[in-house]
Structure formats: structure tokens, C-alpha cells
């Protein structure tokens, strides 16, 4: 097959599942989790354990990447435990790529069967408290071309994918923004870490100073050149996104200011904070790996306990009424090869039961989609 990318805007659902197919033939590893890798932030894929790694060139219908700091291969492997494929290096707009192409390997991710996005980019800082070499959580997007028209999710809509009009309220995941948090306390990075919005821009340019300020006056506290595109398609496809933006410069924002964004200056900030981010990036995966349990009562559609004779990975599946593909991981995420006991049937016994830490419990309840309480005397999360 082919491997030059997909002609600008006919991105099919067949080319997509191509790709994906392609990369199901050459490994056994499905990963749950995606990362995609900023500017000079491809370290974290040389993390992975047991990598298999195809340089784009390779891979059919990939785009291929021009930027300094970004590699331009796709690394399989396990972060913590957890099976992750890791982009060293993303496609941006202004190399002249079209917002299919930009967004192709997400599309991909969702077709192998990843439920995760986490991104990272390389940033300008806005909000004026913010110093170079902070990282910022990414709680909201400006999508500015998305604004203008230049919208990866125009055309017509692939329902296979997601329905037409696509919520964005909720786009960066306040669970992961939370958990991401709570690492980075454990961390001891709080002094360095913000939370804020990201503006996307198209680039190449950086901005005049009355962009920049223009930019602030909307809102936004760091701006860079991509990473909205990414999670419009990210949503689209139900992935949950969480995002990192690591300040590599300050946005000029007076007019007699003798300070010159570049390239160089960017990627020397990267290499200060690289593994800082790296090691949060991998603490949260390690935690996304052992909150797959209480998402998977999420899908429990029963708040009846398991009978005593559920033993087996099919009777977990029917029982909390979980799609196929969940149940396996599910059984591997068990800690305990012992059917739950009759008498188990509130959060805390579940909790026990699968081996969960108490912070994660309460997590579990959250996710779950029914308001019925456990038992009929059981009726708030403490419970
Ligand atoms: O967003 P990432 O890919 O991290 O890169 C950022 O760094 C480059 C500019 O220095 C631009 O590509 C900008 O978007």
C-alpha cells in the first residue's frame, strides 16, 4: 500500500481503518492510551517498555513531519503497565497539511482501540504570571481557525466516528485534570504548575505584539500552533482528553520589548522541563491504568452484586453490562482471582474486592450512571 498521506480532505473511513489495520498486522499491542508529543517533548516515548516502533515514512496513509523536535515515529509500548502508542511528533497546519491530515492519527488511535488522549505542546505565555518553564494544564481551547471556518470536523459528518454537532464544553476531562493535579502535589511540582487556556493559532508566524494582547483580551493564558485540532477530533471520536502545555517562552506583549520569540529558544525550554513533564505524564497513565476499574462500573448498568459463582471474565461482562472489548481489561485489572462474596454489595466491598486504593473509590461512584443507591439503605458516596 501507499504510504504517502491521504490527498488534502478525502480522508475516508477506509483509509483510516487501513492505517489501523496496517498497524494491527505488524503488532499485538493495543494500547488504551495515546500521547501525543509537543515540540521537543518525543522523550517520553524512549520511556516505553517492549517499544515497537515504525518511523511515518513507513506507515501507510501517515503524513509525514517537517518540524526541528519532532521525530516522526510512532512508538508502541507499555508506560507503568499500561499499553500506550506514543506520536514523536505531530503534523501542524502550517507544514502545509490540511485539518484532516493534521487530525489523522487520532481517527487511527480510536480505530485500534485507544479510549485516552493525552497531548503536550510547546507554548507562548499570555497570562502574565506565568514564567517560562511552567507547565500548564490545559482546562479549556480557544480553536481560533476553528472559529474562523478552518474546522477539521467541516464536510460531511462520519457518523461512524461521532454525531454532527459536537459539545465542547466539557473537552479537556475534568476527572483527568483532577488526577493530573493531585500527581503533580504528589510530585512536589504545584510551584511550577498552572492551569489555564490554550489559544491555537495557525503559525507559522508568532505573534505581533497587538496579537498577543489581543489574544489575553480573549481569554486565553498561553498560545501555540496546534493541539485544538487534535482534541475536536479527539471528542469527536469519545476519546477523553487531557492536556499539557509547557511555557517555552512569554508572548511579547510591549511594543518596546528588545525580546524575539524562536524556534531555538523553544526547543531549549523543552529540554529544562522534559523530564518533569515526562515523569507527571507517566504517574498519570500508572493512575489512568488502576482507574479503569471504577471507569468500568461507569458501564454497569446493574447495581446488583455478583453472585458468588460469577467466576469468570464473561459473567464479570454481563453482569455491570459492558461492551466486549472492555471485559478483558477488566480481568486483567483484577488484583484477586476470587469471585466476590455474596454479602458484597456496597462501594467500599467493591473497592476491596478489586484490590482499588480508598481515593480511587470514591472516583468509582462518580462514574457511575445510575442515581439508584447500592442496597436500599445505601444512598451517598460514603456509603
Ligand atoms: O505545538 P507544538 O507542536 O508543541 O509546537 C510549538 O512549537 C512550534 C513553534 O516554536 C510550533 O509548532 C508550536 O505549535
Redesign the pocket.
Known amino acids: 500500500m501507499e504510504n504517502s498521506s491521504p490527498a488534502s480532505n478525502r480522508c475516508s473511513y477506509e483509509d483510516y481503518e487501513a492505517t489501523a489495520d496496517w498497524l494491527r498486522s505488524k503488532t499485538a499491542q493495543r494500547p488504551k492510551v495515546a500521547i501525543?508529543?509537543?515540540?521537543?517533548?518525543g522523550g517520553l516515548a524512549e520511556l516505553l517498555h517492549n517499544k515497537v516502533v515504525f518511523p511515518y515514512k513507513d506507515i501507510p496513509l501517515f503524513p509525514q513531519t517537517t518540524?526541528m523536535?519532532?521525530q516522526g515515529q510512532l512508538v508502541f509500548g507499555t508506560l507503568e503497565g499500561q499499553q500506550c502508542v506514543c506520536m514523536q511528533?505531530?503534523f501542524?497546519t502550517?507544514e502545509g497539511y490540511d485539518l484532516k491530515q493534521v487530525t489523522y492519527p487520532v481517527r487511527v488511535f480510536s480505530l485500534l482501540g485507544v479510549k485516552t488522549l493525552i497531548l503536550?505542546?510547546?507554548?507562548?505565555g499570555l497570562n502574565s504570571s506565568y514564567k517560562v518553564g511552567d507547565i500548564m494544564l490545559i482546562k479549556d481551547q480557544i480553536n481560533l481557525p476553528g472559529l474562523v471556518g478552518n474546522n477539521p470536523l467541516c464536510g460531511p459528518n462520519e457518523d461512524r466516528f461521532g454525531e454532527r454537532f459536537l459539545c465542547m464544553s466539557d473537552a479537556y476531562d475534568p476527572d483527568l485534570i483532577a488526577l493530573a493535579q493531585q500527581t503533580a502535589e504528589e510530585q512536589g511540582i504545584e510551584e511550577f504548575m498552572q492551569k489555564g487556556v490554550y489559544c491555537?493559532v495557525s503559525?507559522?508566524t508568532?505573534e505581533s505584539v497587538t496579537e498577543g494582547r489581543a489574544l489575553r483580551t480573549l481569554g486565553a493564558d498561553t498560545v501555540?500552533?496546534?493541539?485544538a485540532l487534535e482534541v475536536v477530533v479527539a471528542r469527536h471520536c469519545g476519546l477523553r482528553v487531557l492536556g499539557f502545555?509547557?511555557i517555552?517562552?512569554m508572548v511579547v506583549t510591549e511594543y518596546d520589548s528588545k525580546q524575539r520569540?524562536?524556534?531555538a529558544?523553544?526547543?531549549e525550554t523543552?529540554r529544562m522541563r522534559t523530564q518533569v513533564l515526562e515523569g507527571l505524564v507517566t504517574k498519570i497513565v500508572a493512575k489512568i491504568r488502576r482507574e479503569v476499574v471504577p471507569l468500568l462500573w461507569s458501564s454497569g448498568k446493574t447495581s446488583r452484586p455478583l453472585s458468588p459463582n460469577r467466576t469468570t471474565q464473561s459473567d464479570y461482562g454481563t453482569h455491570f453490562g459492558l461492551r466486549r472489548d472492555v471485559v478483558p481489561l477488566l480481568w486483567s485489572y483484577r488484583k484477586t482471582s476470587r469471585p466476590l462474596a455474596p454479602n458484597r454489595t456496597t462501594q467500599s466491598d467493591y473497592g476491596t474486592h478489586f484490590g482499588l486504593r480508598r481515593d480511587v473509590v470514591p472516583l468509582l461512584w462518580s462514574y457511575r450512571k445510575t442515581s439508584r443507591p447500592l442496597a436500599p439503605n445505601r444512598t451517598i458516596q460514603s456509603d
Open positions: 501525543i508529543c509537543g515540540s521537543g517533548l518540524v523536535g519532532h511528533g505531530r501542524h502550517y503536550t505542546n510547546a507554548s507562548g491555537m503559525g507559522p508568532y501555540g500552533m496546534s493541539t502545555s509547557l517555552t517562552n520569540a524562536n524556534h529558544e523553544v526547543l523543552t
